[in-house]
Nanobody
Framework: VQLQASGGGLVQAGGSLRLSCAAS????????IGWFRQAPGKEREEVSCISSSDGSTYYANSMKGRFTISSDNAKNTVYLQMNSLKPEDTAVYYC????????????????????WGKGTQVTVSS
């Protein structure tokens, strides 16, 4: 199982980035994929999740309206479009996968995820 996050970088406040999470080694359609982030000195927090089977999405409140998660099942890749970035969005962003025992159910929380990839750094300057 491999989850490869990419697309991070340095951007000014108000700017945009698109993160990608390329998955391999498992049946993509059986999993929900999520983005999580961890800033220095803080706990890891959920950002957004999407079900690869039915496309249902979840966003943490502070990301609603600014971030958009999407999935390209043909490419086994999940994207996170991040707009109107703020300095407080600075963190290492991780993607993770959760097996969906029921196609319409998943839990977008860190301790419910089954597989994790290495993170990608996002830095937003003020």
């Amino acid at each position: 199982v491999q989850l490869q996050a990419s697309g991070g970088g340095l951007v000014q406040a108000g700017g945009s980035l698109r993160l990608s999470c390329a998955a391999s080694g498992f049946t993509f359609d059986d999993f929900a994929i999520g983005w999580f982030r961890q800033a220095p000195g803080k706990e890891r927090e959920e950002v957004s999740c999407i079900s690869s089977s039915d496309g249902s999405t979840y966003y943490a409140n502070s990301m609603k309206g600014r971030f958009t998660i999407s999935s390209d099942n043909a490419k086994n890749t999940v994207y996170l479009q991040m707009n109107s970035l703020k300095p407080e969005d600075t963190a290492v962003y991780y993607c993770a996968a959760q097996y969906q025992y029921y196609s319409d159910t998943y839990y977008c929380v860190s301790n419910a995820m089954d597989y994790w990839g290495k993170g990608t750094q996002v830095t937003v300057s003020s």
